[in-house]
């Protein structure tokens, strides 16, 4: 993370904490540096499995397996330093809102990067078949969708823009009626194909999996919202995410 960025959050640290002592805020800093280098990582194996599966790349398949190891160790880390936290400065209103945001947004990034993971492995047995393939456009489509809606998201946390965050969560509903529209394709092609049944079905857990993945980073938005607004939106159905369209 960006020293300007640390500096920035700090700052909103220092002048809006209620729990006491120079450790809580160096402890506060320190962890939200790791839960932005973590999502950083985490975006970047995305990136790696859809590549991998948009390019027919069996070796960058391989790759996003050992980031996801790393991933999980990390997030077990930033866990128990929340944990520490929570046990030794005890904090209270807006600095306790602020360690159950980053418990929340650690756990939606480790989904993430197993979803990373599945879709990668699926990737590489894919780019397995001796006849090869080639991916649905709009399946294609409905990848970028997702890691846009991933970047903006992170985007939004890394600059606790609620805006940005709303936007985020507005989205969601495109890739959800995308992914409709995908599934009903590839069950045609089952029935047109039936020969390529694994591979069709493969894709039909790719793009489930990216559906999943836009969930998250909606999950990571509602708690830039509720980062910096104490507001909890996950069911709120006023929200773009919820509302009848």
């Known amino acids: 993370m960006p020293d300007s960025e640390s500096t920035a959050w700090g700052a909103d640290w220092q002048a809006e904490r209620v729990t006491l002592g120079r450790h809580f805020l160096r402890d506060m800093e320190g962890l939200w540096r790791q839960i932005l280098r973590l999502a950083a990582l985490v975006e970047t194996t995305l990136n790696t499995s859809v590549r991998a599966l948009c390019d027919n790349r069996a070796d960058l398949a ?4 050992f980031e996801e190891q790393a991933i999980d160790t990390w997030e077990v880390q930033i866990e128990r330093d929340c944990l520490k936290i929570l046990a030794l400065h005890q904090p209270v209103a807006s600095d306790l809102r602020r360690v159950a945001a980053i418990l929340r947004i650690n756990s939606d990034l480790e989904r993430m990067a197993d979803l990373a993971r599945h879709i990668a492995k699926r990737a590489r047995k894919l780019a397995e078949e001796p006849t090869g393939r080639a991916l649905p456009k709009d399946l294609e489509a409905m990848a970028s969708e997702s890691l846009e809606q991933v970047r903006e998201s ?5 600059q606790g823009d609620v805006d940005l965050a709303r936007a985020v969560i507005a989205g969601d509903r495109k890739v959800d009626r995308h992914r409709n529209a995908v599934v009903a394709d590839l069950k045609q092609a089952i029935r047109n194909d039936p020969d390529r049944l694994d591979s069709w079905l493969r894709l039909i857990n790719v793009t489930r999996n990216l559906e999943r993945v ?3 980073a909606t999950n990571i938005a509602e708690a830039v919202v509720y980062l910096k607004e104490g507001d909890i939106i996950r069911h709120d159905t006023s929200t773009g995410r919820f509302a009848k369209p």
């Not at 391989?62 to 397996?65: A, D, G, H, Q, T």
């Not at 992170?154 to 890394?158: C, F, K, N, P, R």
């Open 214 to 216: 836009a969930d998250h």
């Open 62 to 65: 391989l790759e996003v397996k």
């Open 154 to 158: 992170l985007d939004a946390l890394t």
